[in-house]
């Protein structure tokens, strides 16, 4: 799959939603690289797995939707979306995602995973 | 392998972190690398905020920025969206922005990515 001329990035999630904006700051830079059709993952590690949580409404908060966003991804070529199983058991969390196409992989396949991409982005 | 780097810098100017920022890009341009462009985004454009200013017996990120861009002339690229998220204008004048900086967008990262052989985000 991988374009001689492409490069594969990976972008790291590792912090909570809305306490910060380093979840959308990090969206933006999977969106420019998967409209720039490259090859592009997400990772969600960490407190970085509650952006994945559905039912979320941070209208409460005062706060905009942008993981309303993640249900684009297919429009922007985003196909792999990979969370740390670990990291949801941690937190108790069901692995019920409000996007599909999900994948839960254990640490030792994450990280393998990860090694994977040319470039790695961390947010 | 290639000797093309590109440097992302999410840390603001006042972090300790910039200090190691800043030795990374200038050991690897000492070193005979190519650096081709330093992509500033979140709280990194405030390095090209001229409006901050650190105590004199504190670490001067933007003074070894500006010597950087004059001795290699190395490229550095603010994104426009954070950097007007945080107060920096190039539609005013004076301008706040330090004239070193280009304002780019992320547009500009996906070059830079595109292009280097190495990517590193500090």
Known sequence: ?123 | MGQKLAVVITTPPYSNLAATALDYVESALQTGIDVIGVFFYQDGVLHADTNISIASDEFQAAEKWQQLHQNFALALHLCVTAAEKRGLRDDISPTNINPVFTVSGLGELVELTHQADRVVQL
Do not use: W
Not at chain 1, 42 to 68: M, S
Not at chain 1, 78 to 97: D, N, T
């Open chain 1, 1 to 123: 799959m991988n374009h001689p001329e492409q490069k594969s990035v990976a972008v790291i999630n590792a912090h909570a939603p809305f306490s910060s904006p380093k979840g959308k700051d990090a969206l933006d830079i999977a969106l420019i690289f998967g409209s720039y059709e490259q090859d592009i993952a997400l990772f969600f590690q960490g407190d970085g797995v509650y952006q994945l949580t559905d039912k979320q409404d941070p209208a409460l908060i005062q706060q905009k939707d942008y993981l309303k966003t993640f249900s684009a991804f297919e429009f922007y070529d985003i196909e792999q979306v990979y969370v740390c199983g670990r990291s949801l058991k941690e937190r108790q969390l069901p692995g019920q995602f409000h996007i599909d196409n999900v994948t839960v992989l254990e640490p030792a396949q994450f990280a393998k995973k990860l090694a994977d991409f040319q470039v790695i982005f961390r947010f």
